[in-house]
């Protein structure tokens, strides 16, 4: 019996009674996660090709870039920042959406999240909360690789947008599976999975 939960507020006024019809969660898809990880390292090395490229042409990356001790702490700086970015991102968007983000980590999966429980966003909107951070970080690293051009830096934003790329995956995965449904339906955010609500007349 699929576990529900009740859908507490929504961006829209709720009419008529919801039915959960979804409930996707890590732990009880062991094996997708696992193929979301192998997933994730494929897009890492394409992206890291696409960013790298981009760095090259759009940031006259130059040809030899300095690395000591301090460019290892900036670079250990940046990706903590691109990973609390990411879900900050998350929690504006989740915020344009009328609903009250948490953040938190979950320990075992060593993953930060940004949630909003009991809220359900529209379909499309959901979508936007998924994708804001895969979208307008790379966007950010592109145009830092323009304004900083000839720099050292043009190689950190390209190892940070890679990183947040691949971190997007389960985003996407997520998203692919909302798609799913009709534009009439509610996502609930969680911080390890989603729910789906439905009309039930």
């Known amino acids: 019996m699929m576990e529900t939960s009740p859908l507490i507020a929504a961006q829209d006024p709720l009419v008529g009674d919801y039915r959960q019809v979804l409930h996707w969660t890590m732990k009880d898809k062991p094996a997708q996660v696992i193929w979301l990880q ?24 130059p040809e030899t870039v300095k690395f000591g001790l301090p460019e290892i702490g900036t670079t250990l700086a940046g990706i903590m920042a691109t990973i609390l970015l990411h879900e900050l991102v998350h929690g504006l968007a989740m915020r344009l959406c009328g609903a009250r ?3 938190g980590l979950l320990w075992k999966q060593l993953m930060f999240y940004a949630t909003s429980p009991g809220y359900g966003f529209r379909r499309n909107s959901y979508l936007l909360v998924a994708l804001a951070p895969l979208v307008g970080l790379s966007c950010l ?6 304004l900083l051009r000839g720099t050292n830096w043009v190689a950190l934003l390209a ?9 997007a995956c389960g985003d996407m995965w997520l998203g692919s599976i909302v798609l799913r449904y009709p534009k009439s339906a509610y996502v609930v955010d969680e911080k390890d999975g989603i729910r789906v609500f439905m009309r039930s007349d």
Do not use: D, E, R
């Open 101 to 103: 983000p948490q953040y």
């Open 38 to 61: 192998i997933l994730a390292i494929m897009v890492f090395i394409l992206l890291g090709l696409a960013f790298s490229s981009l760095a090259i042409h759009l940031g006259k990356l």
């Open 159 to 167: 190892l940070c947008a890679t990183i947040n790329g691949s971190g």
């Open 141 to 146: 690293a592109v145009l830092g690789m323009f």
